[in-house]
């Protein structure tokens, strides 16, 4: 399995940026995807995910209405689009997927994301 984030980058508050995850292999492989986020010195944290057949998803509190998790138009991309981005957003921003197995689990190598203020 593998897991490949893009889209990281600089970008200015209240800019946008849309994160992509391709998985290999596709993404009905998996019972859910989901963006974690790690900022310095701090844990990391559930941004937002998504379940792969129904696509329900859901949000950390500090996201909502910001950011938005889908499937993409292919069968191995999942989206994580970011709008109104705010400083405290900055962070290495990790692609996750879950499987139907009890710790089947599994991560990619994270894409940075820094917003200036």
Not at 2 to 22: A, I, M, N, R, W
Request: glycine fraction near 10%; charge should be positive.
């Amino acid at each position: 399995v593998h897991l490949v984030e893009s889209g990281g980058g600089l970008v200015q508050s209240g800019g946008s940026l849309t994160l992509s995850c391709t998985t290999s292999p596709s993404i009905t492989r998996f019972k859910s995807m989901a963006w974690y986020r790690q900022a310095p010195g701090k844990q990391r944290e559930l941004v937002a995910s998504i379940f792969t057949l129904s696509c329900t998803t859901s949000y950390a509190d500090s996201v909502k209405g910001r950011f938005t998790i889908s499937r993409g138009y292919s069968e191995d991309t999942v989206l994580l689009q970011m709008k109104i981005l705010r400083p405290e957003d900055t962070a290495v921003y990790y692609c996750n997927a879950n499987g139907f197995l009890r710790g089947d689990e599994f991560w990619g190598q994270g894409t940075q994301v820094t917003v200036s203020s």
